[in-house]
């Protein structure tokens, strides 16, 4: 009876009412975030704590201007690491492990394309 415990996703009704359901609630949300901004406008000092504690991807060119020197190259390099990994024509992993660090459950790796970091860790 587990099965029938989960929605069946794959009925076309199905998907286009959670489609409709969540751009809904995305409108909602983003109204509510219209009002609360009109009501009380960020000041400068908040804008920038918000900034400062929202993940990186997240956030616009004009809000990574506001980071300090060191937080926008940080922010440059996490653009240009995700604009390159986005580009593999696939990740095929190679492993940059010593003998050791493999024996010990770490097993270092990275796709020979793009470089995106293929590391697991089986140590416990
Ligand atoms: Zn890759």
């Not at 997240?58 to 690491?81: C, M, N, V, W």
């Not at 986005?86 to 493999?102: D, L, N, Q």
């Amino acid at each position: 009876m587990l099965d029938n415990a989960f929605p069946d996703f794959t009925t076309p009704e199905l998907r286009r009412s959670i489609d409709r359901t969540t751009e809904e609630q995305a409108t909602a949300i983003r109204a509510e975030i219209g009002r609360r901004e009109a009501a009380a406008p960020e000041t400068a000092d908040e804008r920038l704590a918000r900034v400062k504690r929202t993940p990186v991807g997240l956030l616009t060119d004009e809000e990574i201007s506001l980071l300090d020197p060191d937080g926008q190259a940080f922010a440059a390099r996490y653009k240009a690491r995700v604009a390159r990994e986005a580009a593999c024509p696939g990740h095929e992993r190679v492993s940059t492990s010593t003998r050791e660090e493999s024996n010990r459950g770490q097993h270092k790796g990275e796709c020979r394309h793009c470089g995106k970091n293929m590391s697991w860790d089986s140590s416990d």
